[in-house]
């Protein structure tokens, strides 16, 4: 049993060591190009160990959004008032996000690139599954919080929240491509993300109205 104790434990750390490499590699400018030969080489272990723990690269880049998207959920509502008036919550919510797109490239991008069709496609199906699984907890998140601010006359009852969610993703994805592509140089991040979400939290309080 102690022996057995002992691979288990070295199997786990020799994976988290895997997907440490992972993760630092997408920092590099070429990092679309990282290979299964490069991520081994970073950990410091044969290719082939790599496939004993991850099927593809994909599954590999898979199970670190997975993980990261369980600790980030922890980190996104801890000590927060869930009570609170909506829009107070709100934005105290997307500050943390803001913060978590703003951390680093390597999250932007590990992000970024889970999230595409063509990525979820490729993936074993157990795998898509936990994917779906991680974000379908924050969908129900964002989801409640909405409801509950048409409910109480904060967002417009003729506007249903999936159209919410979206228009606000959509602005949100691009203030981070914006701000990671360089478009804004001058920009003063802490403004331009507070901007940002003003302009967010203010066109879902007003999106049922017909402006020109």
């Known amino acids: 049993m102690g022996v057995q104790d002992r691979k288990a434990r070295e199997f786990a750390r020799r994976e988290r060591d895997i997907l440490d490499a992972a993760l630092e590699l997408l920092d590099r400018p070429d990092w679309l ?11 410091e272990i044969g290719k082939g160990t790599v496939y004993k723990h991850f099927p593809s690269k994909e599954t590999l880049y898979a199970q670190l959004s997975i993980e990261f998207g369980k600790d980030f959920y922890l980190t996104l509502t801890d000590s927060v ?93 691009g203030g981070v491509s914006m701000l990671w592509n360089e478009l804004d140089n001058d920009a003063d991040r802490q403004q331009f993300t507070q901007r940002i979400t003003q302009f967010m939290l203010a066109g879902m309080c007003y999106m049922d109205r017909q402006i020109g």
Request: charged letters at 30%; aromatic letters at 10%; hydrophobic letters at 45%.
């Open 33 to 43: 190009a990282v290979t299964v030969a490069d991520i081994a080489e970073a950990a």
């Open 81 to 173: 008032d869930m009570t609170q008036p909506v829009i107070p919550l709100l934005r105290q919510l997307l500050e943390r996000v803001w913060e978590l797109h703003l951390s680093g490239k390597k999250y932007h991008r590990m992000l970024f690139y889970c999230s595409s069709r063509d990525f979820r496609d490729r993936l074993p199906e157990d795998y898509r599954q936990e994917m779906e699984a991680k974000d379908a907890a924050f969908e129900e998140l964002f989801a409640g919080i909405i409801q509950r601010g048409i409910d109480e006359g904060v967002f417009p009852r003729s506007v249903p929240v999936q159209d919410l969610m979206l228009s606000a993703h959509a602005t949100f994805e």
